[in-house]
């Protein structure tokens, strides 16, 4: 299995941006996926996660700013970033099932 995360860039502060992570394989239907970030110098923190039941959670910092979803017919996942601080700035990785895609790269500017 193989998770590619997309759509990471720079932007402004209050802008959005709207992650994608795509797994390959068909027969891969994890119950938990999430959305983790690792900011410079510092550990990798769960950013929001959704389980198969549709059930989703929020670290506290993007409650309400961010919104996390998924096409699990096409083993895909989203995270809607909305109202962005330069404190979200990081790599965010997506996991599925254990795995971990490679990172995208997110840069609030002030």
Known sequence: VQLQASGGG?????????LSCAASGSFFRPNVKG???QAPGKQRDMVAHIISD???G???????????SRDSAKNLMYLQMNSLKPEDTAVYYCTMGGFWGQGTLVTVSS
Do not use: H
């Open 35 to 37: 959305w983790y970030r």
């Open 58 to 68: 929020y670290a506290d910092s993007v409650k309400g700013r961010f919104t996390i």
């Open 10 to 18: 720079l932007v402004q502060a209050g802008g959005s941006l709207r």
């Open 54 to 56: 549709g059930t989703t």
